[in-house]
């Protein structure tokens, strides 16, 4: 998935507002997600960072 960043910033408090977004989703079996990649490239990339992480919060579900 990719896009563009609304408005948000990093816990650091760097502004993401208007910074390409593109990460991956993994339906197959449990479902993972990718680490995102932010700013340019972003949308070139085909999607996020090679890191992937387990959905475990916040009532996430793919149908």
Not at 25 to 40: A, H, K, V, W
């Amino acid at each position: 998935m990719s896009g563009t960043i609304t408005k948000g910033e990093t816990a650091s408090g760097v502004v993401l507002d208007g910074k390409m977004v593109a990460f991956t989703l993994d339906t197959e079996g449990e479902q993972n997600f990718s680490l995102p990649r932010i700013g340019p490239g972003a949308a070139d990339c085909g999607g996020g960072r090679a890191d992937i992480v387990p959905v475990t919060q916040a009532g996430f579900h793919i149908r």
